[in-house]
Nanobody, 115 residues
Framework: QVQLVESGGGLVQLGRSLTLSCAASGIIFSIYDMGWYRQAPGKLRELVAVITFGGSTNYADSVKGRFTISRDNAKNTVYLQINSLKPEDTAVYYC?????????WGQGTQVTVSS
């Protein structure tokens, strides 16, 4: 049974930093591309960042320079560090794992930026 469990969300003040974690089980983590998506109220889910099985990264233009995605294959965990939080970062953040036709999602973790 595949599980992706996000953690680290919460209520955070404007300008502060936050690190989200996603722990995976039931997959051979090291061969999966891992990604973070987010969905703000009333908006479509959007890709935030992705890290390939080989460690290459890619970011949405809106978060470049503030977000950092990383992975620890020994811990089957992918991280998303968010710096200088803005109100528009308020969203539910979802973890995604993808390998060929295998595509899995976590339940999401809420990030709310307060001023």
């Amino acid at each position: 049974q595949v599980q992706l469990v996000e953690s680290g969300g919460g209520l955070v003040q404007l300008g502060r930093s936050l690190t989200l974690s996603c722990a995976a089980s039931g997959i051979i983590f090291s061969i999966y591309d891992m990604g973070w998506y987010r969905q703000a109220p009333g908006k479509l889910r959007e890709l935030v960042a992705v890290i390939t099985f080989g460690g290459s990264t890619n970011y949405a233009d809106s978060v470049k320079g503030r977000f950092t995605i990383s992975r620890d294959n020994a811990k089957n965990t992918v991280y998303l560090q968010i710096n200088s939080l803005k109100p528009e970062d308020t969203a539910v953040y979802y973890c995604n794992s993808r390998f060929r036709a295998n595509d899995y999602w976590g339940q999401g973790t809420q990030v709310t930026v307060s001023s």
